[in-house]
């Protein structure tokens, strides 16, 4: 039997909850496999962790990481806490120094779901993947604050390219595009306003693009992409962009695909140094907290992409199979999606299609 170790890291606002039902859902599915078992480990680090400790979560807790398979984590942010606090202090204080830098965010359209476009109705117009530059360009965190308070008060925020970052996206999404039945990548940019990094950027592009010949691929500004995603989705397939580009673009493309309650994410370290980390893109949502209506189809979606990860594609491919099962019933639509459905009735849903053959 192959033995997988998670780390859980449930976090904040609904996060708990669309964790503890991602669980239950993948227990459900390891038992119908009979392949494989997963033994979860949880952590109680978040925002609450921060009120008591003054720390989101022990120092150094990312070694204790590395000793997991993958890790599968909720949310984070809270009313209370400053957001560059709980995600400095969290998920960047992860996926930064456990190198995960390629963070894949797979967009399609579910059986049963509406999309707000007109003339998209299922994953053939619209089926994207993004792939977001996840440990340098505007989050790299470099910058400062000086004469705090007087009028001529400072603050900068370094974008930060490197040549061995970009190269190993640009990879990373290339090979993504070619494993694609259409192998096609779009390479999102801004090289005409900011002239040093992003021409970088882009003639990086054009050199790996030299290693993947059967590989189509053009470049976007960022601003004219908005309206390409908009206005003719079918032109996409694989998206490449720098990480606060990708973070905007993947709100846009969740919510073409009918709902941010729905859209999963990676944290990859495609070398497999360090473990990988899985999480639905969705916040901590506190004004539905502890409402039992969050939507966990997201967290579900991300446990199959986790699933993939480890070598299980089968196990994989089935709690997929039972999503689009789920989803194409609206009776199993939570409020995000207009429906009435609860947190508790979509997890029996599925594990209800995971039983079916
Ligand atoms: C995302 C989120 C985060 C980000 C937030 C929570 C800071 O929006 O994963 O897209 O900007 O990276
Ligand atoms: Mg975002």
Known sequence: MREYKIAAIPGDG???????????VLGALALQDGGFKLKVTDFDWGSAYYKQHGVMMPAGGHEQLRAFDAIYFGAVGAPDVPDHITLWGLRLAICQPLDQYANVRPTRILPGIKSPLRNVATGKELDWVIV???SEGEYAGHGGRSHRGHPQEVGTELVIFTRAGVERIMRFAFALARSRPRKLLTVVTKSNAQRNG????DEIAAQVAGEFPDVQWDKMLVDAMTMRMVLKPESLDTIVATNLHADILSDLAAALAGSLGIAPTANLNPDRKAPSMFEPIHGSAFDITGKGIANPIATFWTGAMMLEHLGEPRAAAKLMQAVEKVTADAANHTPDLGGKATTRSVTDAMKKAIKEP
């Open 14 to 24: 609904i996060g708990p909850e669309v964790i503890s039902a991602g669980l239950e």
């Open 132 to 134: 977001r530059e996840n």
């Open 198 to 201: 992003r021409v970088m950027w």
